[in-house]
């Protein structure tokens, strides 16, 4: 699958990169929200994962533009979170988040995770 990763940390974004990579997916990366949206538009993605907390434009607020979308129709999100709290978590859902991880992330969690939601989604492997 082409997989949209937006995480304003570095290293984080680095390695969730190198791991969906690794199992043979594509990466597009973007270090923020306001990017993470026009990658959006520019780039066919099959999935998206986004952190919840990053500068300029927050993952949920990129999830909300996205929901209110019809390009994006059925384009399945995970958030991330390093806070895990059940707040974050709502606020994903009722924004329409298909899933959440909390972080940090281990990649058998985050490739599960990703092939699940594929398979749900009809993206099939990887
Ligand atoms: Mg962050």
Request: glycine share 10%; charged share 25%.
């Amino acid at each position: 699958m082409k997989i949209l990763v937006a995480e304003d940390n570095d290293i984080f974004r680095l390695l969730m990169g190198t791991i969906l990579f690794e199992a043979g997916h594509e990466v597009v990366a973007a270090p923020d929200g306001t990017q993470a949206w026009e990658r959006l538009g520019s780039e066919n993605v099959d999935m998206c994962i986004f952190d919840v907390d990053m500068p300029g434009m927050t993952g949920i607020e990129v999830l909300k533009r996205l929901r209110a979308d019809n390009r994006f129709r059925g384009l399945p999100v995970i958030m991330l979170t390093v806070k895990a709290l059940v707040e974050d978590q709502l606020s994903g859902y009722d924004t329409g988040a298909d899933d959440y991880i909390p972080k940090p992330v281990s990649a058998e969690l985050l490739l599960a995770r990703v092939q699940a939601l594929g398979r749900k989604a009809g993206k099939g492997a990887p």
